[in-house]
């Protein structure tokens, strides 16, 4: 975006390059070849991208959170799905640098960071967060997984569905209720570790939709964490949880920008190309105003993104600047993603191209980390207490 640092220009050049090599050898052909995300995280780790914003003490790079929703955009503009599945490993290795080291922590937890934080950041594992559940969406506080207190740890039961890399995630931030009918109050955030007993992938997400984000499920049936895997004790977890969601609806519009901007450029360069009724496409009027409305709408799209990016950064209050770019960010990229194929012809529907793709990557953004309607309620609501 701008004023970057040595180091952020560093992995933004990385970022770049690895998005080029998505968009050459896998992104288009993603679903026929049935690829993991594995192995291009693994990339992603030799560029430093699994540890933007960790502390340098622990092997990251200690980027800005704008730095991260950049990287975010430019990987979009190739996938949707990969920029997910790799900002959501990164965001786990981002929490255990931050939560499980320093003042405060439980004894154990500096080990245990010390033991998975190399992992992480070279993709020896693969990470991901879990709140959604079958019965449980947008509604975070009406999750029903349980963690009841037992003498080894947490005793953990219960269901998550719809998450990102759960595919084939080997660690995850499980969010679960420890104190029945207590709604935000009792729920705790705990690692879980997937290949031990009591943990069950399964198969809830039948759709080769965005197969790159490694969308899925599983179960928990008696599995038990120890005391040190408490990572956001019940009082703590929902307040830091709906911290991240903010910074996720943030990036979540930056990638938006990215897919319209790779949509606008393929468009563009076709239209100078491509010739019809003896002339190129791009001297009718219509079609120039159609490319011209997605990049009056990007501008405006990415402007609101900067804006929200600057308050993270600074620690100012985001909770309506990012409603207000995830809601105009997604609406923007269903429309122009759509228009941008329509530009193209039915040429554009060729697996070549990233419409499609990129117009499933706009539909999942819109609901994912709240729907467009809770961020319309809550931009309301702090217009109404403005005035």
């Not at 911290?243 to 930056?254: E, K, L, T």
């Not at 190129?280 to 159609?290: A, F, K, M, S, V």
């Not at 993270?312 to 809601?327: E, F, I, N, S, Y």
């Not at 193209?344 to 191209?353: F, I, S, T």
Request: aromatic share 8%.
């Amino acid at each position: 975006m701008e004023n970057w640092s040595p180091q952020e220009r560093l992995l933004i050049d990385h970022a770049t390059e690895l998005a080029s090599i998505l968009r050459g050898s896998l992104a288009a052909n993603w679903c026929a070849s049935g690829e993991s995300a594995r192995h291009y995280l693994k990339l992603a780790a030799e560029r430093g991208l699994t540890g933007i914003e960790v502390p340098q003490a622990w092997g990251g790079s200690q980027a800005s959170f704008s730095c991260k929703a950049a990287i975010a955009e430019i990987l979009a503009g190739a996938d949707f799905g990969f920029a997910m599945s790799l900002i959501n490993t990164h965001n786990v290795a981002n929490n255990i640098a931050r939560w499980m080291s320093g003042p405060g922590t439980r004894v154990g937890q500096a080990e245990l960071a010390d033991e998975l934080l190399p992992k992480l950041l070279s993709a020896e594992i693969v990470a991901c967060t879990a709140l959604t559940e079958p019965q449980a969406g947008s509604d975070f506080s009406a999750i029903s997984t349980l963690a009841t207190k037992v003498d080894s740890g947490w005793k953990i039961d219960g269901e998550k569905s719809w998450i990102i890399n759960a595919q084939y995630a080997d660690l995850i931030l499980v969010y679960a209720q420890t104190l029945p009918q207590s709604g935000a109050a009792g729920i705790a955030g705990i690692l879980v570790d997937a290949r031990r007993e009591g943990f069950e992938r399964c198969d809830n997400f039948p759709s080769t939709a965005a197969a790159s984000l490694g969308t899925g499920g599983f179960k928990l049936n008696g599995y038990v964490a120890t005391p040190v895997e408490m990572m956001h004790p019940a009082g703590t977890a929902f307040k830091r949880a709906l911290q991240s969601i903010n910074g996720a609806r943030i990036y979540v519009a930056a990638m938006c920008c990215g897919m319209v901007a790779d949509c606008l450029r393929i468009a563009t360069d076709y239209g100078g190309r491509r010739t019809t009724f003896g002339v190129p496409l791009n001297e009718h009027q219509g079609w120039r105003w159609r490319i011209a409305e997605a990049a009056v709408d990007l501008e405006a799209a990415t402007q609101l993104v900067r804006a929200a990016c600057k308050a993270m950064d600074r620690d100012l209050p985001v909770v309506a600047l990012a409603a207000k770019a995830k809601v105009f960010a997604t609406r923007m990229a269903e429309r122009h993603t759509a228009a941008m194929l329509h530009a193209m012809g039915a040429h554009g529907l060729r697996d070549e191209y990233p419409f499609v793709r990129h117009m499933t990557g706009a539909q999942i953004a819109s609901f994912t980390d709240g729907s467009t309607e809770m961020m319309l309620e809550r931009i309301f609501k702090d217009e109404t207490l403005v005035r």
